[in-house]
T-cell receptor, first 113, second 113 residues
C-alpha cells in the first residue's frame, strides 16, 4: 500500500507558467483534498472532492482548478502561476467510515519566481 | 467563519517535564483532529476525537475534547526529544459531513535535554 502519492516533489515555475500537480491514493477513499501550507499559516483547504465526479471550493480556491479524474486520482492545476502561489501543497484522502481521518501525501514544494 | 486558535505557537520544553497545548475553536463542532508534522515532512494523524468528553492516549500524549467549552487539549507527559515536532489541531467545518477541516496554525514543540 503506497497510501497517498504526489508528483512532482519539487517544482520551480516562472510567473505565468501553468502546471498540474498530481495526486493518487490506493486506499479506496471517496473523499480527497488539496491544501497549501505557508509558514505560520497552518494548512488551508484549496479544493475538495467528496466523491468521484464532484468537486467544491475550500478556503482559498482562487487561481486553482481541480479535476477528480476517477476515484483514485485528484489533480490540482495552476493556470497562470503567481509568486503568491509559492507554497507546499499537500493532497489528502479520507473516508466516512474512518471518521474522516485524513491521510496525507508527502507534499509538493512549489516555487514561483 | 470558523476560527481555530492554538496556543502556544512555540514551546520549548525540557526533557521530563509536562505541558499542555490548547486548541480553541469558534463554532459548534463535535469532531476534532490532532496531527503531527516533522520538519520537511508530511502530516501524521495522532488522534480523532468524536464527542464531548472524548479522551485518547498514545504513549506520552493525551488528547481531550470539551465541546461545550469549544476546547481541546494535547497533554505531554515527561517529554522526550523524539516528541519535537509541530502539532496541529483541526476542526471539522461541517460537523463531520464531508471531512472539511480548518487547521490551527500549529504549535512548534522543541524538547531539549
Amino acid at each position: 500500500n503506497a497510501g497517498v502519492t504526489q508528483t512532482p516533489k519539487f517544482q520551480v515555475l516562472k510567473t505565468g507558467q501553468s502546471m498540474t500537480l498530481q495526486c493518487a491514493q490506493d486506499m479506496n477513499h471517496n473523499s480527497m483534498y488539496w491544501y497549501r501550507q505557508d509558514p505560520g499559516m497552518g494548512l488551508r483547504l484549496i479544493y475538495y472532492s467528496a466523491s468521484e465526479g464532484t468537486t467544491d471550493k475550500g478556503e482559498v480556491p482562487n487561481g486553482y482548478n481541480v479535476s477528480r479524474l476517477n476515484k483514485r486520482e485528484f489533480s490540482l492545476r495552476l493556470e497562470s502561476a503567481a509568486p503568491s502561489q509559492t507554497s507546499v501543497y499537500f493532497c489528502a484522502s479520507s473516508e466516512m467510515w474512518l471518521e474522516y481521518e485524513q491521510y496525507f501525501g508527502p507534499g509538493t514544494r512549489l516555487t514561483v519566481t | 467563519e470558523l476560527k481555530v486558535e492554538q496556543n502556544p505557537l512555540f514551546l520549548s520544553m525540557q526533557e521530563g517535564k509536562n505541558y499542555t497545548i490548547y486548541c480553541n475553536y469558534s463554532t459548534t463542532s463535535d469532531r476534532l483532529y490532532w496531527y503531527r508534522q516533522d520538519p520537511g515532512k508530511s502530516l501524521e494523524s495522532l488522534f480523532v476525537l468524536l464527542s464531548n468528553g472524548a479522551v485518547k492516549q498514545e504513549g506520552r500524549l493525551m488528547a481531550s475534547l470539551d465541546t461545550k467549552a469549544r476546547l481541546s487539549t494535547l497533554h505531554i507527559t515527561a517529554a522526550v526529544h523524539d516528541l519535537s515536532a509541530t502539532y496541529f489541531c483541526a476542526v471539522d467545518l461541517y460537523g463531520g459531513s464531508q471531512g472539511n477541516l480548518i487547521f490551527g496554525k500549529g504549535t512548534k514543540l522543541s524538547v531539549k535535554p
